[in-house]
T-cell receptor, first 115, second 110 residues
Framework: DTGVSQNPRHKITKRGQNVTFRCDPI?????LYWYRQTLGQGPEFLTY????????KSRLLSDRFSAERPKGSFSTLEIQRTEQGDSAMYLC?????????????FGEGSWLTVV | QKEVEQNSGPLSVPEGAIASLNCTYS??????FFWYRQYSGKSPELIMF????GDKEDGRFTAQLNKASQYVSLLIRDSQPSDSATYLC??????????FGQGTELSVKP
């Protein structure tokens, strides 16, 4: 399977703990995106990379959230000191280029439950 | 704040009918428009994209774009129960990231 791969698929953590999600994009895609989605809402943009460069980060994103893409391949999203409001599906997506109009393809998502 | 607006629904149509899903967007400079389908508990799946004014057809799906009215729609002909899902409208900004609406829940009744 050459689609976007995310893991873990499900994570239950206690409030205050740190969690990390990993995303492996489609191999020839140099753009990688992170979104967050809660029940009844559309995906909310968090951040994106072109190769290893983080080009944009949502202003809504708390400083407890950090993302990296160290070698321009896989990416990690870390949430520090988790809160119950962080419970959501975290979606990774990739696209082949930076031009507006290139479609993005989502992974299966990583579900986070903070208890 | 760039926005994409959709009616949350639910929109209920009988099997075999045409389902019409609508979306408006605020950024007049937007160039690319996308429709994703999302089944409950799953991630969004791309259905169609459209760049130019007018209609674009793919099987039972037709996307319609009117940039002057900042309006994009998705028509699903011969709706099937398997089409029951949430449909997400997304607009690409100048940097290429997608901004999503809240989604419209579609229910197709047998």
């Amino acid at each position: 399977d050459t689609g976007v791969s995310q893991n873990p698929r499900h994570k239950i953590t206690k409030r205050g703990q740190n969690v990390t999600f990993r995303c492996d994009p489609i191999s020839e895609h140099n753009r990688l995106y992170w979104y967050r989605q809660t029940l009844g809402q559309g995906p909310e943009f968090l951040t994106y990379f072109q190769n290893e460069a983080q080009l944009e980060k949502s202003r809504l994103l708390s400083d407890r959230f950090s993302a990296e893409r160290p070698k321009g391949s896989f990416s990690t999203l870390e949430i520090q000191r988790t809160e119950q409001g962080d419970s959501a599906m975290y979606l990774c997506a990739s696209s082949p280029a930076g031009d507006s109009g290139n479609t993005i393809y989502f992974g299966e998502g990583s579900w986070l439950t903070v208890v | 704040q760039k926005e994409v607006e959709q009616n949350s629904g639910p929109l209920s149509v009988p099997e075999g009918a045409i389902a019409s899903l609508n979306c408006t967007y605020s950024d007049r400079g937007s160039q690319s428009f996308f429709w994703y389908r999302q089944y409950s508990g799953k991630s969004p799946e791309l259905i169609m994209f459209i760049y130019s004014n007018g209609d674009k057809e793919d099987g039972r799906f037709t996307a319609q774009l009117n940039k002057a009215s900042q309006y994009v729609s998705l028509l699903i002909r011969d709706s099937q129960p398997s089409d029951s899902a949430t449909y997400l409208c997304a607009v690409s900004d100048q940097g290429g990231k997608l901004i999503f609406g809240q989604g419209t829940e579609l229910s197709v009744k047998p």
